[in-house]
């Protein structure tokens, strides 16, 4: 169904996010912008948003670190000849020996001007040589992937359990899960690293790496996993604009030209959300659908963001604010540790809301060229996203 399939463009985001774990070893938000759920605000009186860098976590019994960098030098362009972004799919290869478990993740850019954010996704074993065409096929390193990794056609199938290993985004540092939490990664597995370029940021070629730390599955390990939250985007333009983009239809056009059938996933996610009204703000609410214990979550938008919320039983007695973000920062994009897991049931919901600015335009350099226009849910930096990144285990 390509509804599903249209929905892999979510995990083009990440926007985005962090795995879950000890509060010690992720970079934490602070300042007024920023109320995680259960812990006492950290306020500043300028309410500007900082990044206090991750202390270094040392090695725990039976880990050990591994670099896997893109084997050449790639240099970016828009693939369609038209747009300023690409995503692009690299295959690395750990070459494990064994059955391992990943408990932690970070990125190394090699062109930081370039790099909009990294998602990495699990290849099984049965799949390898599915992608090792993939890469074969496409003209120099890697393969262009709009929308996932384009190694199956319902790559967006389960939002709930979506096939990550790790993300970065501007303000993410290494992050390192607890004791006895781990992603798995079977022996045989290999790793695809998905680039957003970002060409408004800069030219030239990137040979960028991921670092994880690796550890023996053991078979005592929690599982972490990620749940994707998306919502509608749907900001016209402000009175008194009349630019041609203004008008959605023209909008959705280029979007298409740009970005091919991924662009459908702006209509697409109206029938998962229910019609989300025409204004700043929209929003999602999804059943959990088993019993979770959620232990960190971030948000991912673009430029034009001004917050995004997080919350589970909205608009119910029992609701609880799991994320809130009440002025956003593309640039601190890490990820919020709850002070205490929160243990969901499948009868529970979650709600994920954002809010958009067009008055951003005027104040941002990325954007001061490009007209405003129309803006709906979209993979270009100079589009939109609402979305909710959840990292939970199952126990």
Known sequence: MRFRASLAALAGVLLLAACGGDPAGLPQREGSHHTPAAAASSATSSGSATTTAAKPVALRTSERFLELRMPT???????SGKGTDEYRCFLLDPKL????VITGTNFLPAN????????????????????????????????????????????????????WLGAWAPGASERVTEKGIGTELPKGSQIIMQIHYNLLGGKGSDQSAARLRIAPDTGNYNYLRT??????????????VANRLCDRNAAMA?????????????????????????????KCTRPVNQSIVVRA??????????????????????????????????????????????????TDTLTVQCTHDQSFRDVLPALADIPERYVVWGEGTSDEMCLGIVMFTES
Not at 127 to 148: I, M, P, R, S
């Open 297 to 346: 979550l971030s948000g991912h938008m673009h430029l034009l963001g001004r917050k995004i919320s997080v919350v589970a039983n909205a608009g119910t007695p029992n609701a609880q604010t799991l994320l809130d973000i009440t002025n956003w920062d593309f640039d601190n994009q890490a990820a919020t540790v709850l002070p205490k897991p929160v243990t969901l049931k499948p």
């Open 112 to 163: 930081a001007k370039l790099v909009h954010h990294v998602i990495l996704y699990k290849v099984e074993p049965k799949d390898v040589a599915k992608a090792q065409a993939k890469d074969t096929a496409d003209k120099g390193e890697g393969w262009t992937c709009f929308g996932g990794t384009g190694l199956t056609r319902n790559a967006g199938q389960n939002l709930d359990e979506a096939p």
């Open 73 to 79: 030098a790639y240099t970016p362009s828009a693939p």
């Open 254 to 282: 280029d979007l298409g030209e740009r970005f091919g059938l991924e662009a459908a996933t702006a209509d697409l996610l109206h029938i998962l959300c229910g019609a989300e009204p025409v204004g700043p703000t929209q």
């Open 97 to 100: 020996a064994q059955d391992s």
């Open 227 to 240: 749940m994707l939250l998306p919502a509608p985007v749907e900001l016209p333009c402000r009175p008194g």
